[in-house]
């Protein structure tokens, strides 16, 4: 199913690139028949998605020449090597053929930057400036947080987060830890404008404007967009701000150009009109759907959308890949590579890969230009992504680490064959003699409450692999 911010920790996302960027999002191994591309003999394309990585420029499986292409961030100009895996990119570019184009620009836009004030382990969730930020199997993190995940965090740690926005925050692309010095930010639309107190919400941030520089921009009304930066927290959810700017959420497509938008619905008229990051989806009875059907759209719902652009801005899917759950989480060496099928094997597993899979060198070598022909057997790899048939995956991040000490294997997906004192995780049988348990949230569990309550449940277990290639588990955790 579809992930929305309230479910698993571990559910999904994943889009797009420029400018010498592989861009993830079309992941054609559990989106069956989605044929990647852009919409042939469209003279211009504009995408929206996640930064995969630094080997080659694709955008939803198209090849972009992008020599001349622009790049900014946060509306600076900017070099290529400031950018980072798991941004959110919006590129504007040509298609010269379902396989080929020229990018022209790329900007990625920070939508949040601020202390954490909560931490909920069981939700898979943080609160930053009064916005739940949903992190997830498909979320890349930054170096310098551990556990990777939001068990990683403390409460007043400065992050900033990039991702697609909510009802209530954003699903989170990736967060890293802020310096001191940053800004405070939050963007959205206005809602609940009021010019005698000088405020509005931006989802759950209240904005104070009494001190802006410049005041509100003109003609500002509930429903625009806007960024607040800088300023000062007057409580954990009130940012009084420095100053207020408007720009577009999305860029406007030209009648008849090509476009694929990543994002959470915004808005849910229907399922034949709905707005996905704000902009406004029109779907018909040849629109197609991977990973779901129409009745799945729903508000906060995470998908992706290809189609053409309307006389009025709207675009017109012709298809619409809803985004499921990125259960399966595998950290080991590489055992095998073929390069052939584009696969690796990692305690056990059988990792499938595409030209959408992001890719990110966590390790000290830190090369820009991971992807797959740069994978060695040894490499300790954490790889994340959606359970197949038996000991197999799609790697929807593959993301290279040294090597930790004590070196634990550690497996994530939903239980299996759950009978005391084993249990399956992508089709490893996983031995929990003798392990310790705990419960979503970090208190201990006993081994019957775990065994009874652990079938068709989200679990991690670490621990070693033993020559029968089972896992022999030192701790084991529910995660959802």
């Excluded at 309230?6 to 592989?22: H, K, Q």
């Excluded at 053929?97 to 004030?117: C, D, E």
């Excluded at 921009?217 to 927290?233: K, R």
């Excluded at 508000?299 to 189609?307: F, N, Q, T």
């Amino acid at each position: 199913m579809p992930r929305t911010p309230g479910s698993s920790p571990w559910l999904s996302t994943a889009g797009i690139l420029a400018l010498a960027v592989l861009l993830s999002g079309s992941y054609c191994s559990w989106r069956g028949y989605h044929v990647p591309g852009g919409l042939q003999g469209s003279s211009t394309q504009t995408s929206i998605g996640p930064l995969g990585g630094f080997a080659s420029v694709f955008v939803d499986g198209v090849e972009y020449a992008d020599s001349s292409a622009s790049v900014t961030i946060d509306g600076v100009a900017a070099a290529e090597s400031q950018l980072l895996v798991g941004q959110v990119a919006t590129v504007g570019g040509a298609s010269g053929s379902a396989t080929t184009g020229t990018a022209n620009s790329l900007a990625v836009t920070t939508k949040l930057v601020g202390p954490v004030s909560a931490i909920s382990l069981a939700g898979g969730t943080v609160t930053v400036l009064g916005q739940t930020v949903a992190v997830t199997g498909d979320t890349s993190i930054a170096s310098g947080i551990a556990p990777i995940d939001v068990g990683g965090l403390l409460i007043g740690s400065l992050i900033a987060v990039d991702g697609y926005r909510t009802s209530a925050g954003l699903i989170a692309s990736r967060f890293d830890l802020a310096a001191v010095s940053r800004p405070l930010r939050v963007a959205g639309p206005v809602a609940n404008l009021n010019s005698t107190a000088q405020t509005f919400t931006l989802a759950g941030t209240t904005v104070d404007y009494s001190a802006a520089s410049g005041g509100l921009p003109a003609q500002l009304v509930d429903g625009s967009y806007v960024i607040a930066s800088g300023g000062t927290l007057t409580s954990a959810t009130v940012l009084r701000a420095a100053l207020i700017t408007t720009q577009a959420e999305v860029p406007s497509g030209a009648s008849g150009a090509s476009g694929t938008v990543h994002g959470a619905v915004t808005r849910f008229g229907s399922s034949s009109d709905f707005d996905v990051g704000g902009q406004t989806v029109a779907t018909s009875a040849t629109t197609t759907y991977q990973s779901g059907v129409s009745s799945d759209v729903a508000a906060d719902v995470e998908l992706e959308v290809s189609g053409r652009y309307g006389a009025t801005g709207i675009l017109n899917a012709t298809s619409i890949a809803l985004i499921p759950a990125a259960n399966v989480r595998v950290a080991a060496p590489v055992s095998a590579i073929d390069a052939a099928g584009k696969t690796l094997t990692v305690a056990g597993i059988t990792l499938g890969t595409t030209v959408e899979t992001r890719w990110d060198d966590r390790s000290a070598t830190l090369l820009r230009t991971f992807g797959f022909a740069n994978l060695q057997v040894g490499d300790w790899v954490i790889v994340r992504g959606v359970a197949a048939s038996g000991a197999s995956a799609t790697g929807r991040v593959v993301e290279r680490w040294a090597q930790p000490s004590p070196a634990l294997v550690e497996l994530q997906d939903v239980a299996s064959s759950v009978a005391s004192p084993q249990f399956a995780l992508t089709g490893i049988t996983v031995s929990a003699i003798g392990a310790t348990f705990t419960d979503v949230s970090g208190a201990s569990l006993t081994p019957a409450t775990f065994f009874a309550t652990a079938a068709g449940r989200l679990v991690r277990a670490r621990g070693t692999l033993s020559v029968t290639g089972a896992l022999v588990a030192s701790s084991v955790a529910l995660r959802d």
